[in-house]
């Protein structure tokens, strides 16, 4: 069952976490697909978390993850719409954090090994 939180409540935001070990595209979420993409660690180049933009408002959240791997992390990539965060095969999702970076707050995804 997907995990339904709400953050930065002055805006209209909409995290949806899939906290299942590989994220798995339904039949219901495919459709709606409108971009998806990877965030990679910046220090060893592994993919961390996999992000995919189900709708596309014009919002955008600022995300990061953390690599269980060798401590770096990827950049901090500005997702545009409402967007679903899974793992990775390799990855499994942690936790939830904020962390302010350029007077901006960063949502930060905290992976583990899987
Ligand atoms: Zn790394």
């Given at each position: 069952m997907p995990l339904k939180t709400r953050r930065n409540s002055e805006t209209v935001r909409e995290i949806v976490v899939q906290l299942k070990q590989e994220?798995?595209?339904?039949?219901?979420?495919?459709?709606?697909?409108?971009?998806?993409?990877?965030?990679?660690?910046?220090?060893?180049?592994e993919k961390l978390?996999?992000?995919?933009?189900?709708e596309l408002i014009e919002t955008e959240t600022p995300v990061q993850a953390l690599c269980p791997f060798c401590g770096d992390?990827?950049?901090?990539k500005q997702v545009k719409g409402l967007f679903n965060i899974?793992?990775?095969?390799?990855?499994?999702?942690?936790?939830?954090?904020?962390?302010?970076?350029?007077?901006?707050?960063?949502?930060?995804?905290?992976?583990?090994?899987?």
């Open positions: 994220f798995k595209v339904s039949e219901g979420i495919s459709k709606t697909i409108k971009d998806e993409f990877y965030l990679e660690c910046s220090g060893c180049g978390a996999h992000i995919v933009v189900t992390k990827s950049y901090v899974g793992c990775t095969e390799k990855t499994k999702l942690a936790n939830f954090s904020e962390k302010v970076i350029n007077k901006e707050i960063v949502n930060i995804i905290e992976l583990e090994k899987a």
